[in-house]
């Protein structure tokens, strides 16, 4: 059970097509191998937990899944980091040993516990979110952190439980920061500390405000060279997360590189390499 001193709001969730005496049992994330053409099998629909598949699977790309009986499923990619290109005539390499970045569509209704469920398995300590909260294909966002600092939204399945605590928020010029803590009642003394992101003026065709872009950009990269695990990866979502996500993770790695002295920058090999992790990542010249 969670401390009584909580400020909760309870959120059952009722998953379409599911009962809800069924009990949710804690399995860790598994990697796993979906193609265009797969389904997972269970009373849950997949169309009713990913807004977006057939823009998003790639035949070899991983998908986090979780294998139970009622058939979760979140739309999210792991993308590998991407090594500098040092030889002009050879393209970035996968570097499959390591993970930087989820990149998922934006949380449903259907599948809102599940992302913070792969926060916490993943111990994610930040979140990108590219969009501002309404004006989008899936109308208003939904806001799946609490709405006031110090209050949580509390999540229940079955006989599982979430809590995720608002910390604090400060507003800049086209972006938020916002301090979030999640937990679970089986490690309440171990919660996961999340900085999560906001960028509120990148609508979806269209582009940022430069200057505003490289402010929010620089933001993150201090944050998250100053937690204390580095090798956490980032959960990035727009919409669908592909478009905005790609572009962001984009600009991200190539900061790396060339903050690194990568001797040359390959733009459409490095877009090359976040396809094979996720398909159709940034889908217009817009976006860049």
Not at 34 to 40: A, D, G, L, T
Not at 78 to 92: E, L, T
Not at 102 to 122: K, N
Not at 194 to 216: L, S
Request: aromatic fraction near 10%; include cysteine; glycine fraction near 6%.
């Amino acid at each position: 059970m969670f401390p009584d001193n909580l400020m909760c709001s309870n959120w059952n969730m009722r998953r379409p097509g599911a009962a809800n005496s069924v009990a949710w049992k804690h399995h860790k994330l598994e990697i796993r191998l979906v193609s265009r053409k797969s389904s997972v099998r269970g009373p849950v629909e997949v169309s009713q937990l990913a807004s977006y598949l057939e823009e998003c699977l790639h035949p070899k790309s991983p998908i986090l899944a979780e294998q139970l009986t009622i058939g979760r499923y979140i739309n999210a990619s792991i993308i590998h980091a991407i090594q500098p290109c040092n030889d002009p005539y050879w393209p970035p390499a996968l570097d499959e040993s390591r993970v930087d970045y989820i990149a998922t569509q934006a949380p449903l209704v259907s599948t809102v516990g599940d992302f913070w469920e792969m926060v916490i398995q993943l111990r994610a300590n930040a979140i990108v979110m590219l969009a501002p909260a309404s004006g989008e294909r899936l109308y208003d966002f939904l806001h799946y952190w609490p709405r006031s600092v110090g209050h949580c939204l509390f999540y229940k399945w079955g006989k599982h439980e979430l809590a995720v605590r608002l910390e604090s928020e400060d507003k800049y010029s086209g972006y938020v920061r916002r301090k979030i803590r999640v937990m679970s009642p089986s490690d309440v003394e171990n919660p996961v500390n999340v900085v999560h992101f906001q960028v509120n003026n990148w609508h979806e065709n269209g582009a940022p405000v430069a200057q505003d872009f490289r402010c929010f950009l620089a933001a993150y990269r201090i944050a998250k060279y100053k937690m204390a695990d580095k090798t956490s990866p980032t959960i990035v979502h727009c919409n669908n997360g592909t478009g905005r996500t790609g572009t962001f993770i984009a600009a991200d790695i190539l900061k790396s590189h060339l903050e690194g002295g990568a001797a040359y920058v390959d733009i459409y090999g490095l877009l090359e390499q976040l396809r094979v992790c996720r398909m159709n990542m940034i889908q217009k010249t817009v976006s860049l």
